[in-house]
């Protein structure tokens, strides 16, 4: 079996180098396509050295460039690649053009694709990440969700749950695996030379950095919140927003807060992992925050990572200045509250979310499952049906003795539940796709 596993931006390397790793223990012949998006050659070149990964075999160098003509140039590139190598399977993660430009391009050449990190929704239609990641999975045939709420939101999308697998989140593997290379090779502690507790700063979304009044309240809360060290690691992005309008010497004067050039990911993950309090506008950031323990405060009024909000590592404040002044103090001056979130059960697994995808990959392969052609299911579809179970059957035995028949979404009381084989129907309500059977 041939996979392609396209990355675009350095998140999608990180999340996806546990994969990789496990395709080398598994033997599977992988072609790694990188687009370039975001970054020069020779630095991507550099981040998959730093990470002990194979280069990749094809380095589109998109680079950046406006949404439309930098996924225009990725579609074309990858389509050329895809034709040439003619895999049986593509590997997608996350949700950048990258994703975008490589669900499309294999869908269209009615090739097998997967998509790592399915199912996470926002809502918020003005984020190009929502966008790319909903039409990843309108093209994608597999979905490796990290939980089980991603899991359902792909449900009320009318995908099939025997193609939705709930594998945890690579960036669980990643840390471990990264974390290690970390602390072996990074100096970055020596070499900031700070001492004391410390914050770890990051914002560079659009709807903080160009809005001048979200950024003063933001700023503004910073600079009061100086019972703490804060490392600010400043995005060109946010750099150029600061300077624009007048906020960047505020900082700069502050004593209790470090501006620094971006970093390199393993400087940043020991960081990281040294930080009290992490306080962010990043999604990924969410995930690793909540992995290492680190309590998160999240300068966002929404999150696709709703997970580590219910578990209780994670608050949102969005842009709101008393908010956010009122919440970090609330966290630090309660020592019960600080430890629970601390120790936030992680919603995204074990560690082992790789070889469950991989395994998934597998299994689905070996059962025809990628064998791609004109549905007879769609023409054959009867209809939803909404029933009420009284006896004692799980979602297999119920669709074993019902041929033609995919429990789509299960619900106890108001609580919807992930059709797994497993779950006893007793008392419950479902929802059924049929089909005829010939």
Known sequence: MKFATILGTRPEIIKMAPVLDQMEKMGIDNILIHTGQHYDHEMSQQFF??????????????????????????????????????????????????????????????????????????????????????????????????????????????????????????????????????????????????????????????????DPERLRNIIEALLELNDITMIFPVHPRTFRALKKFGFYDLLESAPHIKLIK?????????????????????????????????????????????ETVTAGGNILVGADKERIIETYHKISSNHTLYKKMSNANNPYGDGKASEKILNSVLKAYNSDKFDIKGSDQIKNHIGKELLRIQDEITVFEYEEMNPGTTIN??????????????????????????FRME
């Open 262 to 306: 971006p970093i390199g990911y393993l400087d940043f993950l020991l960081l990281l992992s040294k930080s009290k309090f992490v306080m962010t506008d990043s999604g990924g950031l969410q995930e690793e925050a909540i992995t290492l323990n680190v309590p998160c405060i999240t300068l966002r009024y929404n999150t696709e990572r709703p």
């Open 409 to 434: 979404m299960v619900f106890k009381d108001s609580e919807i539940k992930f059709p797994h084989p497993d779950l006893n129907l007793k008392d419950k309500n479902i929802i059924v796709n049929k």
């Open 49 to 210: 050295l730093d990470l002990k990964l194979k280069k990749p075999e094809y380095n589109i160098g998109v680079g950046s460039n406006s949404h439309g003509k930098q996924t225009a140039i990725m579609l074309k590139s990858i389509e050329d690649v895809l034709i040439a190598e003619q895999p049986d399977f593509i590997m997608l993660q996350g949700d950048t053009n990258a994703v975008l430009a490589g669900a499309l391009a294999g869908s269209k050449l009615h090739m097998a694709v997967g998509h790592v990190e399915a199912g996470l929704r926002s809502y918020d239609k003005t984020m190009p990440e929502e966008i790319n990641r909903q039409i990843a999975d309108i093209c994608s045939n597999i979905f490796f969700v990290p939980t089980e709420e991603s899991a359902v939101n792909l449900l009320f999308e009318n995908i099939n749950p025997h193609e939705i697998f709930i594998t945890g989140n690579t960036v669980v593997d990643a840390c471990i695996r990264h974390l290690k290379i970390a602390e072996a090779d990074s100096n970055i502690l020596s070499e900031l030379d700070v001492s004391g507790e410390i914050l770890i700063l990051t914002i560079h979304r659009a709807e903080n950095v160009n």
